[in-house]
């Protein structure tokens, strides 16, 4: 019996596919975008540094300032974490203030951002370019 082909009903073979420089190693994430070492950072700082200084206010001892109270914490905590939700940069340093008060600090080059939580519970911003104050005012 011969065998009949019948080619109206065989595909032509497919093209290769085309080469694209997608970045295929970097994760999609729900954040669209926002960097997960920041967010990491920040983090880092509110569990490692500000619940820390909660729990162990007595490590100020040897550094002649007065602790953090624990509600200004709570308070620097809650601004850390809105700070970090928003995709904000980390700050470079997070100290506590002579007096009772957290100040976080971002600098690059001669430029400096700061937000000081004052032991009275009030939040500021400041913006420095060297050492000339440009930006002052009440969150």
Request: hydrophobic letters at 35%; proline letters at 6%; aromatic letters at 8%.
């Amino acid at each position: 019996m011969a065998a009949t082909k019948h080619l109206a009903f065989i595909s032509s073979p497919i093209d290769p596919a085309v080469q694209t420089n997608i970045d295929g190693d970097t994760p999609a994430t729900r954040d669209y975008g926002r960097d997960d070492k920041s967010r990491e950072m920040w983090q880092e700082l509110i569990d490692r540094k500000l619940i820390e200084w909660g729990c162990n206010p007595s490590q100020f001892d040897d550094e002649g300032v007065e602790p953090p109270s624990r509600e200004i914490i709570r308070l620097a905590i809650r601004l850390a974490q809105q700070f970090r939700d928003d995709g904000l940069t980390p700050p470079d340093s997070v100290v506590p203030d002579a007096n009772g008060g957290i100040v976080f600090e971002l600098r690059e080059n001669d430029v400096s951002e700061v937000y000081h939580v004052w032991d009275d519970g009030t939040v500021e911003y400041q913006y420095f370019q060297g050492t000339r104050l440009l930006v002052r005012r009440a969150l």
